[in-house]
């Protein structure tokens, strides 16, 4: 009876605020010393609940007000990723917004409850959201805009050349055919060939470090590469 | 008996002079506009706004 005689004051005085267009001084910062309103106990919240279809705003108003600790309590969870926590509070504020709106009362379950899931959702909606859109590249993304305004877009310089495909193919026949070659050569000349051009290892070394490793002169390896070039050529011409 | 009219307050999110509304942490959103942020989804145009304003109710500089 008590509980119910002050919801009922509490409500009275909101109205009177309301319908005088005045407004308390009480805005609390998020992380401030000063605390939000208390919850609602379960007495409290059903009264209200009670009086929520009527649609009387004053209702909805002490209903989303002494649910904020909540929006404060789960916006914090998502602190870590990257979204300010005032934006956190202000997305929670909107689902609990929607959760006060849209809350059934005949499904018997505590608008608290109901208010943590919208609340929640709203906010991993946004998260979501922003995510996909860091992530995310239109192919109609304008790179450039010329003098006369016309705008190259991603997709303009998106494409694959004619060759793609075949380009790969070629280079293993050519790889095979060059092996055949070089089988024809003897041991020194196909060692030079590896060596200078990094048929195993990748590495191309230059005449002097091949000259080195041989014990024969620089002009030497010039004149044998020109050489086994020459033949290597022959030998697969012949192949095809 | 002359009626006393209630007074207008001015909504937080579109900034007019409206009588009918909620009141949160002394800001005033009008119903019009409450009806608005209940049916805006977060990919819409508006939302980004409606996140800005929301902070009136809780940073006087906001």
Known sequence: MFVRLKIKFQLLWHRILFFLGLKTEEIHYIGGSETLPPPLTREEEEI???????????????????????????????????????????????????????????????????????????????????????????????????????????????????????????????KKLLNKALEKLNDREKMIMKLRFGLEDGVEKTQKDVADMLGISQSYISRLEKRIIKRLRKEIDKMI | MSRVNQKTKICVMCGDEKVEGIIIQSGFICDKCEYEIIHTEVGDEKYPFFIQRMKKLWLKNA
């Open chain 1, 48 to 174: 209200l609940l009670e009086k929520l279809p009527n649609g009387d705003n004053a209702v909805k108003s002490m209903l989303i007000e002494r649910n904020l600790r909540l929006v404060v309590y789960i916006a914090r969870k998502f602190d870590n990723t990257g979204v300010n926590i005032e934006d956190l509070v202000s997305i929670g504020s909107i689902g609990l917004i929607k959760a006060v709106n849209t809350f059934d009362i005949d499904k018997k379950i505590k608008l608290a409850t109901y208010a943590s899931r919208c609340i929640e959702n709203e906010i991993l909606m946004f998260l979501r959201r922003n995510n996909k859109i860091k992530t995310e590249v239109s192919f109609d993304e304008p790179l450039n805009i010329d003098w006369d305004g016309n705008e190259l877009l991603l997709s303009d310089i998106l494409g694959t050349e004619n060759d793609t495909i075949s380009k790969n193919l070629e280079e293993e026949v050519d």
